[in-house]
């Protein structure tokens, strides 16, 4: 009997659904969850940090040290957040919770990086200019250009003209050199595919990121997908920096928590360890 020719129809429709399957979500109840904690900073940008006399981990910063190694024992925060959230550091007042844990999933195939963040998001926030959205989430990943990046997470952005900041000009975010992606699912639906370089772009980013995230009870679960290839190219067996912040009882601008910069381990060693899919 002679077979009959695949059409070109149903073919087609096959590769479709294998493509799709090869990019199917992880099956995250197998995937380990590490749990990393954010914190309101305050108005300490990044000149802060390096200044002398206002910050002791300067000179360690200078010796190549991370944030991180100073700030983070056996997976706690060592940080005074008394201080953070003072008025000293924080003219417009401080959250009422200063710091929290977000649990951090990974995994990654040949063509993506996924991760999940699952957090409780707390009231008592100072500033809620944000109306539109209750919870922001979002995570960013500096490329190798970036001075300092792998040991500041996200700090490189943060500068003391930046808008929110008390001697503040009309600036985003944004990097002397280098590159950020940046990722961020809003509470309203929406998903942000950005980047960071002098300045912040919400739009058109090089990474492909989606997003996408819901409320069960109290706790938030949301989902990032991003391209490998990107600003920050992300390959098996390296480790790469990363940084999350939250926007949590409908904050806008600085009023987030954020995390140090940690890393993700894709096949290798890191704060995170990515599954292979």
Known sequence: MQKKPI???????????????????PDWSKVPKKDIHVFHPGATPIEW???????????????????????VED????LDTKRLVSKELEPKGGPKVATYPVGVQAAFDATNLYVRLTFKAPAGGADHSDKDNEV??????????????????????????????PNSKDKT???????YDLMQWKSSGKSVDGFVTDKRNMEGGKAGATAEGA????????????????????????????????HADNAGGRFHHVSFGHTIGLGADGDVKAAKQ
């Open 7 to 25: 059409s070109l129809a149903l073919l087609g429709a096959f590769l479709a659904f294998s493509a799709g399957s090869a990019m199917a979500a």
């Open 49 to 71: 940090v390096q200044g002398k006399g206002e910050h002791s981990g300067a000179s360690g910063l200078k010796k190549g040290e991370t944030c991180a190694g100073c700030h």
């Open 75 to 78: 997976g706690k925060l060592s």
């Open 136 to 165: 922001k989430a979002t995570m960013m990943f500096p490329n190798d250009k970036v001075t300092m990046g792998d040991q500041v997470g996200c700090w490189a952005t943060c500068h003391q003209d930046a808008k929110g900041m």
């Open 173 to 179: 975010k944004y990097t002397k050199d280098g590159a």
């Open 215 to 246: 409320k069960a009870g109290d706790t938030y679960t949301v989902t990032f997908t991003r391209k490998l290839a990107g600003n920050a190219v992300l390959a098996a067996g390296k480790a790469v920096p990363f940084g999350i912040a939250i």
